[in-house]
Structures are given as C-alpha cells and as structure tokens.
C-alpha cells in the first residue's frame, strides 16, 4: 500500500509563492496518475493538476499559469510549485495517487473517487 506525506503549506500573504511536496513510500507500477486537490472549508475538493506516467500534465484552469506540477520520480516525489497566490487558493492541499487510466482523461482527471490513495494533506493560506 502506498503512503502519501505532503510537507511545505504555509500562510503566506496575496502574490507569494509556496512550494508543496508529496513523497510516496515507494515506487508503484499500479500507479498511473498522481495529483493535487484542495479543499476549501464548507467547499467540494477540487482537483488543482495531476500528472500521468506518460508526463502528461493538466491544470485547473483556475491555477493555469501560476501552478507547476513536476516529479522526480528517483525521489518518488511529487511536487506542486505554486506562484502569485491568491486568497481564493486558500485551503488544505492534497495530494493522490490512481492507479486506472481514467485519470489521464481531461474529462475525468478531477473526480477524487478515481484516486485510491490519499496524503493527510497541508493547509496553505493565503492572506489578503
């Protein structure tokens, strides 16, 4: 079973940058996608940008621009670079591992339940 561990949230103020990082215990060949949600309170969890094993990259269109996903996969390490905050991305960050191809799908890429592993998440807040 995969382990998720996100580190780097933050508050930080309208315009900054955070960088969050997610390492996964080991290496899957099951795993297909990996990518970032969030989860504003009182609010759906959103999928922010996923990459597949083909590095094949989508990104919510509302972080179009301003957020970088990347990996390095020698550190089984997912990372979400994320620029020119805005008080809207306030929320707790998650990231999750799928193992089916669905995810790959521009369609399909945010629907959480297709994503069978999930981190604790790490709360990132940013202040107007």
């Known amino acids: 079973q995969v382990q998720l561990v996100e580190s780097g949230g933050g508050s930080v103020q309208a315009g900054g940058s955070l960088r969050l990082s997610c390492a996964a215990s080991?290496?899957?060949?099951?795993?297909?996608?990996m990518g970032w949600f969030r989860q504003a309170p009182e609010k759906e969890r959103e999928g922010v940008a996923n990459?597949?094993?083909?590095?094949?990259?989508r990104y919510a269109d509302s972080v179009k621009g301003r957020f970088t996903i990347s990996q390095d996969s020698a550190k089984n390490t997912l990372y979400l670079q994320m620029n020119s905050l805005k008080p809207g991305d306030t929320a707790m960050y998650y990231c999750a591992a799928s193992s089916g191809t669905l995810c790959s799908n521009s369609g399909y890429w945010t629907l959480h339940w297709l994503y069978t592993y999930w981190g604790q998440g790490t709360q990132v807040t940013v202040s107007s």
């Open positions: 990459i597949d094993k083909n590095g094949s990259i």
């Open positions: 080991e290496y899957s060949y099951n795993t297909y996608c």
